[in-house]
């Protein structure tokens, strides 16, 4: 099994920072994309930024040059960086990653969810 653990959502204003992290554990034997989507109350997930285990990023046009995704692959762990952030930031903020297991099948895994809140 495997479980992806989010932290570091809460309350920010305007213009503020704040930085997400989620740690992967479990039965893994190489983690390829991992990633982090968002969601608003009555809409569907929406991509933020991913990155490969090879580095490269992809992005939603709306976070360009605010977030900043990375990942320490000793860890597990990927990490996004929020800066200059907006009112319209505010969602409920999902890690994702593609995992392989010890017989190289590939699963989607998504974690719980943790909430960001920017105010005006």
């Known amino acids: 099994q495997v479980q992806l653990v989010e932290s570091g959502g809460g309350l920010a204003q305007s213009g503020g920072s704040l930085r997400l992290s989620c740690t992967a554990s479990?039965?893994?034997?190489?983690?390829?994309?991992m990633g982090w989507y968002r969601q608003l109350p009555g809409k569907q997930r929406e991509l933020v930024e991913t990155?490969?285990?090879?580095?490269?990023?992809n992005y939603a046009d709306s976070v360009k040059g605010r977030f900043t995704i990375s990942r320490d692959n000793a860890k597990n762990t990927v990490y996004l960086q929020m800066n200059n952030l907006k009112s319209e930031d505010t969602a409920v903020y999902y890690c994702?990653?593609?995992?392989?297991?010890?017989?190289?099948?590939?699963?989607?895994?998504w974690g719980k969810g943790t909430q960001v809140t920017v105010s005006s």
């Open positions: 990155i490969t285990d090879s580095g490269s990023t």
């Open positions: 994702n990653a593609q995992i392989y297991n010890r017989q190289m099948r590939l699963f989607n895994y």
């Open positions: 479990g039965s893994i034997f190489s983690i390829a994309t």
